[in-house]
């Protein structure tokens, strides 16, 4: 694979330029800070993508190691979710979701409550994860207060979460680089410490430590049951805080409170649903039922923006009444179970089916095990931990005492750096480099992709 430094010459080279260049002028990219685009972090146009890989103008291919922030499941331009957006074009792009409805938005919640932990029975639609935060959040609270309980309207987030970057999924949130300078806006909630298992012990098991965690969970909810609506969590791993990963001990003490508190769960299933862990939901390792939870990424196979919150009947039922009572939920988003988004969400069930692709997840998730363990001794790797298609490797500047290196020093944009002039888009969170590539990678791909990260690693520690 050509490295950029030996491309400058080739004219072709240009193109990727000229778009870069008109980019930078009007584009403010999310989640950058854009001075990095001086001279310290290229600019990639895409010129073309197709299965696990993106092409540039000069045709450098980068292996999209993270499925494009977790949202692509079976590659780009999948020929079945193609097809299937290509036929809805012709039938309907979009409607209004009230008053009105189309084939797919209905076929859709026929198949996702079919799927979802039994009880989930109603779907309501948004269009990106933070907004079906929003939507669970609001209906939990508007629930209670239907009931005569209006006073229940606080949250319980763990310590380490995210929910997304709009103000109430922020504040439900809790990495503080994404929310410190925002806290003067936000709702104030009760934050526990979270069951991540890299604050175990050495010796200590997952399980162990998850019950151990719960003891203040346990306590917060004893105190704060009067007031809380609900306790929000990501099941089994808290990607944004660098795939930290938990026992689903954890979520079954935490259902079993919550019932017991009269407080409901929200499972914020946006990055871990659809297969990531190893089955279709996280919640199914923990055998729960949750009151809300929130789809979204791999919901349309990484194609279009849709998310949806599945609830209960009971739920619902809180809300059905005479209008003049005023108890709806009368939330809404303009592009609200968009007919396009649907259909490539049905076409991504349909490979689910037809692909046996959790069975098929299990052998790819091994062999990601397999190649990730050479990682293990490396001198800087603190810790390599996987839960089925989700793998992290923790550096750290010191193994023993696993001492990490100071943000400042940015050694994920090191191995970022590195990544790319080798044709991959590996994008550490701080000190962890992970993946969680498109279902459809190979083992030999996996194998590339494994020796860059161990090539980067090795740059960034000598950085
Ligand atoms: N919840 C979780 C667990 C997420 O990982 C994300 C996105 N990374 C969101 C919510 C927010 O989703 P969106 O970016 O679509 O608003």
Redesign the pocket.
């Known amino acids: 694979m050509a490295d950029h430094t030996t491309r400058l010459n080739d004219p072709s080279v240009t193109a990727n330029a000229a778009w870069a260049a008109r980019d930078l002028a009007h584009v403010w990219h999310p989640c950058t800070q854009m001075k990095d685009h001086d001279a310290l972090v290229p600019m990639i146009p895409v010129a073309s993508a197709s299965g696990v890989w993106l092409t540039d103008f000069a045709g450098q291919r980068y292996l999209d190691a993270i499925s494009s922030?977790?949202v692509n499941l079976f590659g780009h331009a999948n020929p079945r979710i193609n097809a299937a957006v290509r036929a809805q074009l012709d039938q309907v792009e979009h409607v209004i979701l009230a008053g009105f409805t189309h084939p797919p938005v209905i076929e859709l919640s026929e198949q996702l409550t079919a799927l979802a932990p039994a009880g989930l029975s109603r779907c309501f639609y948004a269009d990106?994860?933070?907004s079906a935060?929003e939507v669970a959040v609001k209906m939990s609270f508007h629930y209670w207060r239907n009931a005569g309980q209006g006073g229940k309207r606080r949250f319980i987030t763990l310590s380490g979460s995210?929910?997304?970057?709009t103000l109430g999924?922020l504040a439900v949130g809790n990495v503080e680089l994404y929310k410190d300078v925002y806290q003067p806006l936000l709702m104030d909630v009760i934050t526990v410490p979270s069951p991540d298992a890299w604050g175990r012990e050495a010796g200590e098991s997952e399980a162990d430590f998850a019950r151990r965690q719960f003891a203040h969970m346990e306590a917060a909810l004893v105190r704060h049951a009067h007031e809380a609506a609900a306790v929000i969590v990501?099941p089994l791993v808290q990607?944004?805080a660098g795939m930290r990963m938990y026992d689903p001990l954890y979520l079954r003490l935490l259902r079993e409170a919550c019932d017991r508190h009269g407080v409901h769960l929200i499972a914020?299933e946006?990055?871990v649903g659809f297969g990531r862990t190893g089955t279709l939901f996280a919640c199914e390792q923990a055998g729960i039922r949750p009151y809300f939870m929130c789809l979204?990424?791999g919901l349309t196979g990484g194609y279009l923006p849709l998310s949806v919150v599945l609830t209960t009947d009971a739920v619902y039922q809180a809300f059905y009444d005479e209008y003049t009572k005023l108890n709806a939920f009368l939330h809404s988003h303009s592009y609200t179970g968009n007919a396009l988004a649907c259909a490539a969400a049905l076409a991504t069930l349909a490979i689910f089916r037809e692909d046996d692709v959790i069975a098929r997840n299990r052998v790819t998730s091994a062999h990601m095990a397999r190649q990730l363990q050479r990682l293990a001794d490396h001198p800087h790797v603190g810790e390599v931990r996987q839960r089925g298609m989700i793998a992290a490797i923790e550096m750290v500047k010191d193994k023993p005492t696993r001492e990490p290196f100071p943000w400042t020093e940015r050694r994920g944009l090191a191995v970022y750096r590195h990544a790319l002039t080798r044709g991959a888009l590996l994008r550490p969170i701080g000190n962890v480099v992970y993946f969680m590539p498109p279902y459809v990678i190979t083992p030999e791909e996996i194998d590339f992709l494994v020796e860059v990260a161990r090539e980067g690693i090795e740059k960034a520690a000598c950085a």
């Open positions: 922030w977790w990106n994860g933070s935060v995210y929910h997304g970057e999924a990501e990607c944004a914020d946006i990055a979204s990424k």
